[in-house]
């Protein structure tokens, strides 16, 4: 049953309207490489408090599609490889300030999620940051197909 649950919300979150799903129709902010975030104090962040779980290089953990003995998901890699790129800034940085299972309690769903949530811990510029970094080491045509998620 769990694995039916996972496997709907990763489905879901895949969707294009997840930003409604959210409500965060309001909130417009991007972690656009152009716009005034700190690439080198979002890499210091992730080297601290994310490459635990997804890997200094964005890596990811080992089977990270498959759910481990617990029944979560592995940390997915951030390069290009993984999924990350696959969701728009605001699941992401939502994701990221409030951790997979409270988004999702949140809204209904009962996700036993690994990821936890930062708000308290990391301001909204860190997490900004942190995403403009993670973005920052992508290829530019997975860049441009991320991009069409945030619009």
């Known amino acids: 049953m769990q694995k039916v649950v996972v496997l709907l919300v990763v ?9 409604a799903f959210l409500g965060m129709g309001g909130q417009t902010t991007e972690a656009d490489l152009s716009a005034s975030f700190d690439l080198a104090k979002g890499e210091a962040i992730y080297a ?4 635990a779980c997804h890997g200094e ?3 990811g953990q080992a089977d990270w599609r498959s759910p481990g ?7 997915p890699p951030h390069d290009e490889t993984g999924h990350t790129w696959h969701h728009s800034d605001e699941v992401l940085f939502a994701y990221t300030k409030l951790g997979g299972t409270e988004l999702m309690a949140q809204r209904g769903i009962d996700f036993d999620s690994g990821m936890p949530g930062f708000e ?10 942190v995403l403009a970094y993670i973005k ?6 997975v860049r441009a197909r991320q991009a069409q998620n945030n619009q």
């Open 11 to 19: 489905g879901f979150l895949g969707l294009g309207g997840v930003a």
């Open 48 to 51: 601290q408090s994310c490459a």
């Open 57 to 59: 290089n964005l890596e």
């Open 69 to 75: 003995a617990n029944g979560r998901m592995p940390a």
């Open 120 to 129: 308290g811990q990391l301001t909204d510029q860190e997490i900004w940051n």
């Open 136 to 141: 920052s080491t992508w290829p530019e045509d």
